[in-house]
């Protein structure tokens, strides 16, 4: 996997409708956010614009998961 594909990976599945989505939907995503980012740690990746982007992910499902306890 390409850091640019990642990347692009991940803006495609922050601009998901995450209210949309069954919370099945939801954790499936989260386990592909989760897999992106163990693959890319692994290739101990320094890249500013892939940790801003996880890190926006992991805030929108966060609120999302709160939202609905």
């Known amino acids: 996997m ?3 594909g990642a990347i692009e990976r991940l ?3 922050m601009h ?3 209210q949309a989505m069954s919370s099945s ?3 499936i995503l ?3 956010i989760s897999e992106i980012g163990r693959r890319l740690e692994s290739m ?3 890249d500013c614009a892939l ?3 996880l890190d926006a992910l992991e805030e929108k499902l966060a609120l999302k998961q709160d939202l609905e306890n």
């Open 2 to 4: 390409e850091i640019e």
């Open 25 to 27: 939907e939801r954790i």
């Open 51 to 53: 940790e801003e982007v």
């Open 30 to 32: 989260t386990c592909e």
């Open 44 to 46: 101990h990746t320094d």
């Open 16 to 18: 998901m409708d995450f």
């Open 11 to 13: 803006k495609e599945i």
